[in-house]
């Protein structure tokens, strides 16, 4: 059976008249006939009576007729959808992010990628930078949004953005006033940290920090996210060296300093496999380039 038999059946039950259908069809008569009886051959079952008063349907063909109808319209709906997804119009992606990119961006990318492609679905999985990766070299994830600068080959990138350390501090701590600090005032004090396991290219960073102000933190606590890192400060158990967007984190009792003569930054990058070839992929990253960086 063929959608062509389908559609000839349909016509034939319309106009119950061979040749006004095989003229709708823009075909002879012939053709016609024989794709029914192919059609009936398949079905089983006779679906027209032909006789002197005309061409009727039989019981069996007047039941076929819904259903052949609803297949003809799966069909052109699944063509229409097949089509949509190619043209980046309909789909779904899923987006990998860290933590901190809620306040570095992402939110407003979000919003306007909603606006420009209201029928594309994203879902949005927190993952750290390592996770990430290997989702994406796994193809579980489509994007992500890493802190990292160990790309593997294969692997595209958008530098989103770019932003200081900051110290955070409890918010009565003796150097909470200050304007700016200069790092080595934290020797000495414990420290609350990103794990290495989570985020080793910054763990790593914070400690070359520390080593260039002449000292080795004394990392009290460990942690998975920078908001708990954030909300070990503010419950005064801790100091920290943060992103500066964790300033619109919002936890009361923590404070951010800004650090003098700082050498290293706190970067996003957008990730994806360069050999992706998919139009909602490609209307995502358009939208991603609007909020990115300027290039360097």
């Known amino acids: 059976m063929e959608f062509r038999h389908l559609r000839y059946f349909l016509m034939l039950a319309e106009e119950l008249h061979f040749g006004r259908a095989a003229q709708r069809l823009a075909i002879t008569q012939p053709p016609l006939s024989l794709n029914i009886q192919q059609l009936e051959a398949s079905v089983g079952a006779q679906l027209f009576v032909r006789n002197s008063r005309g061409v009727q349907l039989t019981a069996a063909g007047q039941a076929f007729v819904p259903a052949a109808r609803a297949l003809l319209e799966q069909a052109g709906e699944a063509a229409r959808e097949a089509r949509e ?7 779904s992606l899923q987006i990998g992010f860290a933590g901190t990119v809620l306040y570095s961006g992402l939110p407003q990318m979000l919003k306007g990628f909603a606006q420009q492609h209201p029928r594309l679905r994203l879902t949005l999985r927190e993952l750290s930078s390592s996770d990430q990766l290997i989702d994406l070299m796994h193809e579980r994830l489509d994007v992500g949004f890493v802190h990292t600068t160990r790309v593997p080959a294969g692997f595209s990138q958008i530098l989103v953005s770019r932003q200081p350390f900051v110290a955070c501090l409890p918010a009565a701590h003796a150097l909470a006033r200050r304007k700016r600090l200069v790092l ?8 609350a940290m990103i794990s290495r396991t989570v985020s080793p290219d910054y763990h790593e960073r914070i400690l070359g920090l520390c080593a260039d102000a002449g000292f080795s933190p004394e990392i009290r606590f460990d942690l998975r996210h920078w908001l708990s890192v954030v909300s070990m400060v503010s419950q005064g158990l801790a100091v920290a060296l943060v992103p500066a967007a964790l300033r619109q984190a919002g936890l009361p009792g923590a404070v951010f300093v800004p650090l003098e003569a700082q050498t290293s930054s706190y970067e996003t990058h957008c990730l994806w496999k360069t050999d992706r070839d998919q139009a909602a992929l490609a209307a995502f990253l358009g939208v991603v380039r609007a909020f990115a960086l300027p290039l360097e």
Do not use: I, M, S
């Open 184 to 191: 080595t005032a934290l020797q000495g004090e414990p420290f």
């Open 85 to 91: 997804v190619a043209q980046g119009v309909l789909g």
